[in-house]
Structures are given as C-alpha cells and as structure tokens.
C-alpha cells in the first residue's frame, strides 16, 4: 500500500495552522530572551522551527538552534564546564547515567508550566525530565524478496541468520541513535540482558550482516538500491522506506524467553545547569508535548508521540496504524532497557572486540 | 640594504604552529591523563592510556590495520598511477593538457560523492555485480562494504588522482634525452626503464608514495563509510572515542601513536631510500 502522501501535506498544513493558532503565552513574556535548543538537525529541527519557533517570536524571544547528536551536545555541555551551551537539550534514554545518576548536569524543570502533562503518563515526567517522543526498534523487511525466497515474515532476531538472508541484513552500528536500544534487545532475546551482553554478539556475528548502519537514511537508500531485505531500525525509518517505493513491513520483535514483545527507545528534554532561562526553557518544554505538535513530529519523522491525544489520532491513519504499535498497553509492553543497570562503555568496549575485522 | 626574504615565512610559521602544533600539543598533552568519564580527566600524569594501548591486541590490531591499508593502498596507487601519469608526461598532443584537467577535475569531487558513487557501483544489483554475474565470475553479488577490501579500494579512490598528478610532476623533471640516449645506446624499453628512470624518479616517487600513504592514515571518510562499522582504522576508533564514548584522554592517546607512527615510518623510508642510493652509487 502507498502512503497518501498529498493527504499527508495537507495534514501537516492544517497541523501547522492549528499549532500556530494554539498559542501559550503572554505577549512580551519573553522580550529580549534566547533560547538555545540542543538537537538533531533534518526533520527533527524543521519541525521545530515550522511549529514552535513562530510561538515564541510571537512572544518576543528568539530560538537558536545547536545541531548534533546526543552524544556529540553531552561532550558540548561537559567541555562548557560550568556554562550551558544551550538552554534545553534532546537525550535518549542511553544516556540516563550520565544526567539522571547524579543530576549534576541538569537543573529542575518547572512543572508549573507543564500544562500539558494531562496528557502524559506519570513516569513521563519528572522534576528533571520529560519524555520527548519514543521510536519503536523494529524488524523491517521487504515482503516481495522473502516471498521470492519463500521465507515467511521473520519474528524474532534470530530469523535473520537464514542463510538465504546472507549478506542482506543490515543492522544499527552500537554508535548509532538505536544502538543501545537494539544491541540491548538482541542480548535479551538470546537470553542476556544489561550486564550480559555476550550472548547478543554471538546473535550478531551469525547474523552475517553486510554492515552496521551509522545513519537511518543509509537503511532507506540499501532497501531502494535491493542491497539490503532486512533490517533492525526504527519503524520511522521503515515508513520513510515505504513512502520511497519499498515493499517494506514491520514486525515488532518477539523478545524471545521474555514476554516483551517490541523495543522502545524514549527520547528526553532536559533543562542544562547554568542555563540562565530556565522559565523559557520549560515554556519550551511544554509546547514541545502540545498534542498538534506531537502529531506533527510523528506524521514527518516517524516518532511515536508520547502524548496519549496524539497517539490516539495516529492510530486513525491506516499506514500508521499498520506500521507502527499504537496499542498503549502494548506500548507498556515493549522491552525498555534499564540503563541504570547498564555500563554502556563497557558495551561499546565489547562489540567494537567482536566485530572488529 | 640586503632583502631579508626570510620574513616572508612569518605568517605561515605562525598559523601552522598556532593551528597544528597547538592543538596537536592539546591532544600530546591529554593523553598522559586518565579518562573519569563524562569527558573528565585526572590531574595526576601517568601512562596507563599507552600501557593499555600497548597491551592490548585491540588496539595493536587496529593499528596494523590502519598501516596495512594505507600501504597497500598507497602501493596501488603508484602500481596504477605511474603508467598513467608517465603516459601523459610523455604525450606531445593537446590530450596531455585534457587529460591532465580531468584529473584536476576529478580530485575536486568530495570524497564522500567519490565513495557513494563505489556504494552504487559495487551494490548487489549495481553495474560491476551484474557484469561479474552476467559473466558468470561469481555466483552471489561481490561487495565492498563491511571489509578491508573495500576500504583500501575507497582510499584508492581517495588518492589516485592526487597520486598522478604527484607522479606526473615527478616524471616531468626527468629529461626525455636521457631515455633516448638509453635506447639508442641499445637498452631495451624495459631496461631503459629500469636503468634509468626507476633510479631517477626513486626520490620524487619515494616522498608521493609517503604522502599518500600519509594521507591514507589520516583518511576517516573512505574507512567509516565502506568499513560498515566492521573495519576500525584509527581514525575510525577516534572519532567513536571522543564522539561516543567521550574518552578524551584515551582519543588523545590514539591520535599520538598515529602521528608518531606515521612520522616514524616517514623517516624510516627516507633513511632507507638513502642507503639504497648511496649503495647504488658506490656499485656503480
């Protein structure tokens, strides 16, 4: 089935018009302030500045934006020491250590200001952080190339190490935005988990898989060129694939000798320690959870809202619904990995062992 | 008054010491510091990052696969180059000057278009694929990505063009009335080779050879794009210890030991290509 992409503008359009017009706010509230915003750039920064950036000029501020990665903004807040880079920061959940252990990087979120948290479960936000957005880490697989092999639609991790799949898998380089999520589920499903990992390397080295993505798009462009028949990415980057013209389908992996069924990898704003506009920062904070805002994010970027509103009405669009888990007690059920428990250098230590040629 | 033409130096003296060694000495001077975590590093000296790095077969593979590849890559780029820059050094047409604007042409292409452009050729259903299939040569589709193969092919790529035009400014200084006394003089075109233009062009090929190899070491792109996460060259395992593991200290440690090495084979080769001429010329 092809995505309706001219429906999907228009609903983007209207979402854009009803986020501009669903202002929170004084006039003059923050005349004279920027706001720095640590995140990724592409669609994630476009969304951004079509949908909250307008809000807050209206309201006599500026944003700013500070690109990279996650990990790339921690090595910027930490090089800064003792003055903040930028004033609100995207983390994932791999990086809970490094801010939520000791929270020393990070300052408390006003939650006075977080008039959306109506919508948000309660383990979604705290004094210190609010969840952003989740991805779910699935199984992508091109229906057309298994039938022509005659494998059925694989369920777990394990079907991939068909031999016929040889050379065709593709799965997340541990450096790479799911990395952690992934190579965590994959040791679970053979029996692992955070403080053993070994029995997911030895899935990986049988995987035979003909390299480790660093970037989603490389995924999307392998399914396109016929390179690749599987792959272990988040369903976003699936549906992107599909809207290029693959015959792609998701599966949520079965977490073999568990009862988790899926992965979910959950993004964070955080408010750094010196930042010295904390209030614009929540004000930010809270417009990011806005339901249009959070539809808006998943219509363009694949991401599944963490606003129970928005993901009711994802779940009303047919590719979205067919691709994505929507079901919130199966979201409850998906496998989270606990990175408290987890020494994510050790992690990385390990797997750059085992796969290095 | 004489001109003290030396002044002229100054400016880039100054930006190449504020630019290189500054920061070289930056990175020089952390990784005698032990790493903390979340990018910290201990105020007391020591060299446990060079104990671990000399200890620890990880770390010593990855640097033999960076020398490996960077020579073997370096090797065939003088294997495919020479002919080719010596053929346009000898063209008397206007092709020699076409030609020549190709390759110019050619180095201004970003590498990262340059190893895309190997991603597409060398895909499963790409043009190599179906002609070596089509052939019947192999049976399932050859790949570059995700091996070592793949890697000294990108950095081939990397460096050809820059290589001929090395070559071709080598060859240029060698008169062709040398060849053509060789050959009246009953030399073969082998031996004229050989004889002649080998020991010639040895010091000029020598210092190309090293500075692509000098570039191959350095090189992240070519080795992060077709190395598919499986091949870790050390600007490879840098760039995932300062960006991903925030070891500064530890990535410090590993750019030391790549400069070191890099300028210890540097010597070693001019050394080496020294007593070979001077033994030459006592033989002779």
Redesign the interface.
Known sequence: MKLKRTGLILKSAALSVGILTASSGVAGQFDGVTLRVATWGGSWKENMVQAIVPKFEALGGKIEFVTGSPQANLAKLIAARGKAPFDVMETLDAQEKEFFGTNELIQKIDLSQLTNKEYLDDWQYNDWRVASWSTQEVICYNREKFAELGLPAPTTYKDLANEKLAGRVVIPDITSGGGFANFGAIAYAAGGNEQNVGPGLEVIKNLNSLKFWSRGGEVVTQFESGDVYAAVVHAGWCLRARKAGSPVDTVQPVITGTSHVGVGKYGWLVIPKHSKVPEAASWFINEYQEPEFQMLYAVKSGVVPTNRKSISQLASDPIFAEMLELDPAKIGNQLKIDYQKADTSDWIDQWNRSVSQ | MKTRWEYVLLPSFLIVGLLIVASQYVFLKGSFFKDL????ISDTASMVNYLRFFTDS?YL??LW?TVKTSGLAALFTLTLGFPVAYLIARMQSKWSMILLAGIVVATFVTIVIKVFGLI?IF????LVNQALMGLGIVD??Y?I????TGVVVGLMHFTLGFGVLLLYSVIQTIPRSLEDAAQIHGASRWRMHLRVLFPLSLPGVTVGVLMIFNMCMGAFTSA?LLG?????TLPV?IQ?T??????YSMAGTLAAVLLVTVLLINLLSIYLIRRLRSARLVIA
Do not use: C, Y
């Open positions: 975590g979340l990018g910290r990880f593979h990855t696969v597409i895909s499963a259903d790409g399932t589709p790949t990505i995700g091996n070592q992060a598919g996460g499986r091949v870790f395992l995932r300062v960006m991903m593991e925030i070891k």
